[in-house]
């Protein structure tokens, strides 16, 4: 009796082990370890990003050219001392006021072109300031005008100043850079423009201004050319002449 009894203990035993429920596992997975960085291959080198280059100014550049009659209807006329046909258009840069690349007007007779563009370049390299270039017809041929204006400027058929005569700009072969900071100075001193008074005296400092020795000078006087500031008496210091006068 007491033998029935234990095996009946184990049969229960047994039944009660076979009707637990699977327990689920909660281990962590494992993690996937996260790519070395790449190592450059051996001899090859590593740049920085570049600081972009500002993009220099345009080269000087200088066109000439023919000039067609309606290109000056109040500078040339009949009876001039040089027909339009003689004059050339010269187109070409120069650097502003502003610190900026512009490009200008100058006509002048066709002989001088060469000297024009020599010296010209010369003052783009430099970065020489001049105010602005354009044709006097732009003034209607008044010269005045056109000193008021600060304008540069090389044929005009007009007298000289105080003369009878010819200018040499009536010959295409003269011409007048920033005549506000260079004014026509009579021998007493004074100046016709009010607006350049405080320009009568050189030496002086300042954008654009001529003084006696300077490179401008000197650039115009490599190709024969005179300046007006040498002049006795009276003083011309934006005025510079294929031979003088």
Request: proline content about 9%; some cysteine; overall charge positive.
């Amino acid at each position: 009796m007491k033998r029935v009894a234990t095996m009946a203990f184990v049969v229960l035993a047994c039944v009660s082990c076979g009707t637990a429920e699977p327990v689920a596992s909660t281990a962590p997975e494992p993690m996937t370890p996260a790519p070395a960085p790449e190592t450059p291959a051996p001899g090859s080198t590593t740049t920085a990003p570049s600081t972009p280059t500002p993009t220099p100014p345009p080269a000087f550049s200088a066109k000439v050219s023919d000039v067609t009659r309606d290109r000056l209807p109040y500078s040339w006329r009949p009876g001039c001392p040089v027909h339009y046909r003689d004059l050339r258009l010269v187109t070409l840069s120069y650097w502003g006021f502003d610190n900026k690349p512009h490009t200008g007007e100058l006509v002048v007779r066709k002989t001088v072109t060469d000297d024009i563009v020599t010296v010209f370049k010369k003052l783009y390299g430099w970065r020489w300031p001049i105010y602005q270039m354009k044709l006097v017809d732009a003034y209607k041929a008044d010269d005045f005008a056109s000193i008021d204006a600060n304008n540069t400027s090389a044929f005009n058929c007009r007298r000289a100043t105080g003369s009878s005569s010819w200018s040499n700009h009536a010959y295409g072969e003269a011409i007048d850079i920033n005549p506000l900071q260079n004014p026509y100075v009579t021998a007493s001193g004074s100046t016709a423009h009010d607006n350049a008074k405080k320009y009568t005296e050189r030496p002086m400092k300042g954008k654009g201004v001529i003084n006696p020795g300077d490179k401008v000078v000197k650039a115009f006087a490599q190709v024969g050319w005179e300046w007006g500031g040498y002049w006795s008496g009276a003083k011309d210091y934006q005025h510079f002449s294929k031979g003088g006068g």
